[in-house]
């Protein structure tokens, strides 16, 4: 039996443990799910749920079953989702590669040369770590795009999560639909034949 | 079906069939500087050897060009990543190494510009030329003189040799990548005498631990993206099967019919044929 005692530390460590405290915290985080709206589902706008039927229309066929439509218009949501999903990924990898791009780690290990260099009795710095630590910060060329996509892993992978499951809700609402469609075309063949 | 603006610009900008008809399921993802003709053949290509059998396959299809773009893109990436920091060292090497006869040439070029523009006006024309080449020839007199003008304008002369040798070992990398004979026999030349190969500064290059957190997030998304068009050529490939199955049963009941229809009625009190 856990004691009085690991109950209320348990509680007390949850309320620590449920995100920002601050009124200015808990508005960026209300935030966060609108920054891709990424997690907002296909059918809440309005301009997707257009696609998403005119594209379920396309692979249901001319003549489909209500059965077949609702599962067509399954695989149009996925693929339409996931059509956002690289949108949105492809848009902030040319946002970022369009502007200047400065390596965060670079920064910090120029910030900490150009810091000990202003302390009164600053230590030799070598020739090359001056060099660094004044070079021009932006980024050029495939260093660019590489150090991009090396350190905004966080906001990458996020992306990638939602591709993930794009794919896997695609995956299984094509096969229920090709299922669907075989039973179809088994049961009209048996129609003929009694015929 | 996706109407958005990047499609419509496929559209419109007469591209090949099938790049237009996968335009409908998003836009080509392009980045700066790719080459759209090369996505279009991509999309030519995969549709002609996978023949899309309805518009699911199409979505498939248009994934698994997506993807192979994108695995095209983390490879060409890498490489770039790691020539560019390979020739690097080559260039660094070369700028250690270099012997004063490969460079003094540029070293009195580099004098000439600089003693130009301050050597008094009353000598002759050719004369920051002729000073510059008696002191890459290491005369005495040419070299003190040269000092002197140089200590004038607050400039020494290893700072000139450094730019003229860092100028010469420039030059000399960017001719080895465009594989002169010469060049490529001197620079091989070099690296052996330094008992160094290109191998070994590939292999340094490699072991910098910036350029190889580079590679492995690159490979990580070639895998990604490759496990990725990998399940979707799965996919087509079970689709196919499936579609296979069902038309082999058709077929066969169908022939099975057929054989009922054709089955002659046995003849009243005789054989059928």
């Not at chain 1, 709206?37 to 296909?42: D, F, I, K, N, R």
């Not at chain 1, 021009?136 to 892993?153: F, H, M, R, V």
């Not at chain 2, 020739?87 to 070029?109: I, P, V, W």
Request: aromatic share 4%.
């Amino acid at each position: 039996l856990t004691s009085a005692r690991k109950v209320r530390a348990n509680r007390a460590n949850a309320r620590a443990s449920t995100g920002p405290q601050t009124t200015r915290g808990r508005a960026r985080a209300a935030r966060n799910a609108l920054r891709h709206a990424l997690s907002l589902p296909v059918g809440s706008i309005p301009a997707l749920s257009e696609e998403v039927e005119a594209l379920a229309r396309e692979i249901a066929g001319p003549g489909a079953n209500a059965a077949t439509r609702d599962l067509a218009r399954r695989v149009a949501e996925a693929q339409i989702d996931l059509r956002r999903v690289r949108d949105a990924r492809h848009q902030f990898l040319s946002d970022t590669l369009s502007q200047g791009y400065y390596s965060y780690a670079k920064m910090r290990m120029k910030v900490k040369i150009l810091r000990a260099l202003l302390l009164p009795n600053s230590p030799d710095i070598s020739m090359d770590a001056l060099e660094f630590a004044t070079s021009n910060p932006s980024l050029e060329g495939p260093d660019k795009l590489a150090t991009i996509l090396l350190e905004e892993t966080k906001e990458l992978l996020a992306m990638d999560r939602y591709e993930r499951r794009a794919l896997s809700r695609r995956k299984f609402a094509v096969r229920a639909f090709d299922e669907a469609r075989a039973r179809t075309a088994t049961m009209g063949l048996n129609v003929t034949r009694t015929r | 079906m996706s109407t958005n603006s990047k499609g419509t610009e496929i559209a419109a900008a007469g591209v090949s069939g099938p790049a237009r008809r996968l335009s409908l399921f998003g836009p080509r993802l392009l980045l700066e500087g790719e080459d759209g003709a090369a996505y279009d053949e991509l999309v030519g290509r995969i549709c002609a050897a996978v023949r899309p059998a309805d518009v699911i396959d199409e979505i498939f299809i248009a994934d698994i060009v997506a993807l192979e773009w994108e695995i095209l893109r983390w490879r060409r990436l890498k490489l770039s990543l790691i020539r560019t920091r390979a020739l690097q060292a080559l260039q660094d090497f070369l700028h250690r190494t270099l012997d004063y006869d490969l460079y003094s040439g540029h070293f009195a070029e580099r004098l000439t510009e600089i003693l130009q523009d301050n050597v008094p006006e009353d000598r002759p024309e050719d004369f920051a030329q002729t000073l510059a080449h008696a002191c890459a020839r290491n005369e005495s007199d040419a070299v003190d003189q040269v000092i002197e003008i140089l200590g004038g304008i607050d400039r020494d002369m290893d700072a000139v040799l450094d730019g003229a040798r860092a100028h010469k070992a420039e030059e000399l990398v960017q001719q080895y990548v465009r594989h002169e004979p010469d060049v490529v026999t001197l620079v091989n030349q070099l690296l052996a005498n330094a008992g160094e190969s290109i191998d070994d500064l590939m292999a340094d290059t490699l072991r910098n631990s910036s350029l190889l957190n580079y590679v492995e997030r690159l490979d990580r998304l070639a895998t990604i993206a490759e496990s990725r068009r990998n399940a979707s050529l799965r996919e087509i490939d079970r689709r196919r099967a499936v579609l296979g199955q069902t038309l082999r049963r058709s077929v066969q009941e169908i022939e099975d019919d057929a054989d009922g229809v054709l089955e002659l009625p046995a003849a009243e009190g005789g054989n059928a044929a």
